[in-house]
């Protein structure tokens, strides 16, 4: 889960480093922490003009979905990007607090009363992210395990265009059909894009589109997140014993956690030199490709003082793997509510004394997340349940 040696030789270089992926066009790679927050702040670089045939990239298909939030730029972006901050601003998530705790409480307890071997990402992860989801999104939670498998499709670069075509149409068409029978909840986030609609504050499509860009980020990140910081928690005893001390201030600890977490996918967004632009003593012309390594700026000596150590008492921390500027990820209060109180009911209960079972990790690498798809841990020999 660590950076790639690769990207932290790249980083002890001031400047942007000329590289070739496997497929696309050759690009630009910038690594250290104030160069990719000025590729982030949207001022000199964008997405509107990317070609999704010719950008850089590690797969053979772009993974991009055209249409989607984060391949828009500019006053189509804000506009859409405005109507979900209703939902998604810290006020409205904090009203959350209370049912994200209940219900990661009611998964330990089950995980505890099963008493025996379990696997942390089908079991706590991934109900807790999709039940937080489903709630705040107006979907009934029994339709979660499809979201979740369409998802899945549209993030694996192993499945084929034509898969990832069917699980995009698939996912638009289950849209299309709740809100056209108005199967929503009311007061829900897809309520408040629909009434968006009917007010022409949005095209019916660009409605979808939206819709779509938010399953997709809704759930899929913050679970695979989760299980990772967990992982560290079970293989590492001083970080567990850290953060379950009195006092500690676990939206803090969360942001450290989150600096030193890959977020695999994250790492190949490329975007645009709208001018020309110099760094250092390298002048990337308009319309270059740039590649932003926001897991290098994330272990920068230059921004954060012993990169390489997880202090969960970091007072500043300026990470950037929610993004920067324009296209910071607008879920973020949720992410990282659910993150804290996700660790917190997990480290009051008694799975924090479980251990990970031989071979009982696994990982998804078809995925451009690159997220850990089995987690298997149970009670230490000889511990007893309570």
């Known amino acids: 889960m660590g950076l790639d040696p690769l990207l932290r030789a790249a980083a002890a270089g001031a400047d942007p480093v000329r590289v070739a992926l496997p497929f696309g066009t050759p690009c630009w790679l910038v690594t ?62 904090r009203a959350l607090h209370g049912r994200i705790e209940e219900i990661a409480q009611g998964l330990i307890t089950d995980i505890v009363a099963a008493d025996g071997p379990v696997d942390l990402v089908a079991e706590y992860c991934n109900p807790l992210a999709m039940r937080v989801f489903c709630e705040m999104f107006g979907v009934p939670f029994e339709d979660c395990d499809q979201l979740a498998e369409w998802t899945t499709q549209l993030l694996s670069y192993e499945a084929g265009s034509r898969i990832r075509q069917r699980a995009g149409v698939a996912t638009a ?13 009311e007061g829900s986030l897809l309520a408040t894009l629909v009434a968006a609609c009917g007010r022409d504050e949005v095209s019916f499509g660009d409605m979808l589109s939206l819709a779509v860009s938010v399953v997709l980020a809704g759930f899929e ?28 201030a676990m939206d803090r600890a969360v942001e450290e956690l989150l600096r030193v977490t890959n977020f695999a996918g994250g790492e190949m967004l490329p975007y645009r030199a709208a001018v020309d632009v110099v760094f250092g003593s390298v002048t990337i012309r308009a319309g270059e490709y740039v590649v932003p390594a926001i897991g290098s700026a994330n272990m ?27 296209h910071f990820c607008a ?14 009911v997990f480290l009051r209960s008694p799975l924090r004394d479980y251990t ?28 007893v349940v309570r």
């Open 32 to 93: 250290g922490h104030a160069q990719v927050r000025r590729v982030l702040s949207g001022a000199e670089f964008d997405r509107t003009t990317i070609d999704i045939a010719e950008i850089p990239r590690t797969t053979e298909e772009s993974m991009l979905v055209p249409g989607t939030l984060s391949c828009l730029s500019g006053a189509d972006h804000q506009r859409q990007r405005k109507l979900l901050m209703p939902h998604l601003q810290a006020g409205p998530v």
């Open 173 to 185: 068409r289950y849209l299309y059909e709740r809100v056209e029978r108005g199967e929503y909840a």
């Open 300 to 326: 920068d000596p230059a921004a954060f003082p012993e990169p390489d150590r997880i202090d969960i008492d970091r007072s500043r921390n300026p990470h950037l793997s929610f993004g920067f500027g324009t």
């Open 356 to 383: 990970i079972s031989a071979d009982g990790l696994a990982w998804e690498t078809e995925s451009i997340l690159w997220p850990i798809r089995a987690l298997v841990a149970a009670p230490r020999a000889g511990s």
């Open 331 to 344: 879920g973020a209060p949720l992410a990282r509510a659910e993150l804290a109180i996700g660790l917190a």
């Open 221 to 248: 990140t913050t679970s695979h997140v989760l299980a990772k910081f967990l992982y560290r928690l079970l293989t590492d005893e001083r970080l567990a014993n850290d953060l379950a001390r009195d006092g500690v």
